[in-house]
């Protein structure tokens, strides 16, 4: 069975930093192109960043560009997202999201929620 | 980027009714075009990729067609299980982008 589980949200005033990390299961993590996508409090998806299996390809939306970071270590199972200079529009619940290729989002985490507040 | 509209942005619907939810693209996407389920307090979940491939597990009441700017999710029969909010999603061309969604309530 497959499972993705996010952790290290929680409550950073803004300007400030977290590191959200998803630990995933149940499918070969290592050959999987992975994504964060994220949901702001009542509102719709917006996707934020996608990362190819090796690390050699990575995207971002233009309003995260330069102040987030998305990195995989393939020994862990694990994704990573480091978000920098933290602004109220980045509160909302972040997924981490399993992607086939440049395609759809097949599996989905239980998400982790970012309150970026003063 | 790509805008994805949903029409309607809600509905309401009686047990066994069909329902239709139509997402129109900004500019012609082909058939890189996917729906999600999004139940209350739930991660999403995929329901049909391509605009009209089924999904394993899902219950066949659930179809997509379309393709180029106009797609369109039938749900057959809707059973209570079904109230959600349905997005479609665009994968052609970064940033992939999502409709606003489109909430499903049970009469």
């Known amino acids: 069975e497959v499972h993705l589980v996010e952790s290290g949200g929680g409550l950073v005033q803004p300007g400030g930093s977290l590191r959200l990390s998803c630990v995933v299961s149940?499918?070969?993590?290592?050959?999987?192109?992975m994504n964060w996508v994220r949901q702001a409090p009542g509102k719709g998806l917006e996707w934020v960043s996608y990362?190819?299996?090796?690390?050699?390809?990575?995207y971002y939306t233009d309003s995260v560009k330069g102040r987030f970071t998305v990195s995989r270590d393939n020994a862990k199972n694990s994704l990573y997202l480091q978000m920098n200079n933290l602004r109220a529009e980045d509160t909302a619940i972040y997924y981490c999201?399993?992607?086939?290729?440049?395609?759809?989002?097949?599996?989905w985490g239980q998400g982790t929620l970012v309150t970026v507040s003063s | 980027e790509i805008v994805l509209t949903q029409s309607p942005d809600f509905q309401s619907v009686t047990p066994k009714e069909k329902v239709t939810i139509t997402c129109r693209a900004s500019?012609?996407?082909?058939?890189?075009l996917h729906w999600y389920q999004q139940k209350p307090d739930q991660s999403p979940k995929l329901l049909i990729n391509?605009?009209?491939q089924s999904i394993s597990g899902v219950p066949s009441r659930f179809s997509g067609s379309g393709s180029g700017t106009d797609f369109t999710l039938t749900i057959n029969s809707l059973e209570a299980e079904d109230a959600a909010v349905y997005y479609c999603h665009q994968s052609i061309t970064l940033p992939w982008t999502f409709g606003q969604g489109t909430k499903v309530e049970i009469k």
């Open positions: 500019q012609s996407i082909g058939t890189s």
């Open positions: 391509y605009a009209s």
């Open positions: 999201a399993k992607s086939d290729g440049y395609s759809f989002f097949d599996y």
């Open positions: 990362i190819s299996s090796s690390s050699g390809t990575i």
């Open positions: 149940g499918f070969t993590f290592s050959d999987s192109t």
